[in-house]
């Protein structure tokens, strides 16, 4: 499979971010072996253009984790598809359709980080879905960033699933979107309110800001939580 290194989002966060372009039409089920990664038993069976993905997502991780002289690491995936970390380290994972990133740091406190790449919803669909993606609650600011950027309800969404891959580690479930609320933004930062308790570390009242970023069709969001 053909991957090329891209420096096509900035890093907001003082963690190590590797971003991979890839070809889906170039993997063959090799590329795995090629690339040193494991091919874990519940990929084996799935399309190839799935494969590409996973396989791209794992090498962006494998060179954030050399970035922080790891030597060969190997991020494997638990049960509930949540990547597993080497020891010492944290981090998270995302890609779309012919990009990949990852990013990765050293825990030395109980943190949690989240990213998320997603193509711009068409404007059928950022009308359609937004009684599945908003809170109710949220028409005013959802209004206002409209005025600010193109597609808010894909920014809204990423900037959500980044924000469940950072809380996930302390609330071990799964929770909805309706759990973050979006109370401010500006040009670079979404600013959300958890609305339940969910976990001893993340109650509710509880802010966490989402950078967030639109190039070249895509917008990509960071959210990076640090447990009191």
Avoid at 193 to 205: D, E, P, W
Wanted: aromatic share 10%.
């Amino acid at each position: 499979m053909q991957v090329t290194q891209s420096t096509v989002f900035k890093n907001h966060l003082t963690l190590e971010l590797v971003v991979l372009e890839f070809d889906a039409g170039s993997f063959v089920p090799q590329s795995f072996d090629l690339f040193k990664q494991p091919l874990p038993e519940r990929i084996k069976k799935a399309v190839h253009k799935r494969q590409a993905e996973y396989l791209a997502g794992r090498l962006c991780a494998t060179q954030a984790l050399i970035a922080l002289n790891f030597e060969n690491p190997i991020v494997h995936t638990a049960d509930d598809r949540v990547p597993i970390w080497p020891a010492g380290t944290f981090g998270s994972i995302t890609h779309t359709k012919g990009i990949a990133a990852a990013i990765a740091g050293l825990q030395d406190r109980a943190t949690g980080v989240g990213i998320d790449v997603e193509k711009l919803m068409k404007d059928s669909q950022e009308i359609k879905l937004q009684t599945h993606i908003l809170r109710d609650d949220e028409s005013t600011q959802f209004h206002e960033l409209s005025k600010q950027v193109t597609h808010p309800l894909s920014v809204i969404f990423s900037a959500k699933e980044s924000i469940y891959k950072a809380l996930y580690p302390f609330v071990k479930k799964y929770f909805g979107f309706d759990k973050a609320k979006l109370i401010a933004f500006n040009e670079t930062i979404l600013t959300f309110k958890i609305m339940y308790n969910l976990s001893k570390q993340v109650q509710t009242g509880l802010e966490v800001n989402v950078h967030y970023q639109i190039i070249d069709g895509l917008v990509f969001t960071q959210c990076l939580f640090e447990a009191k």
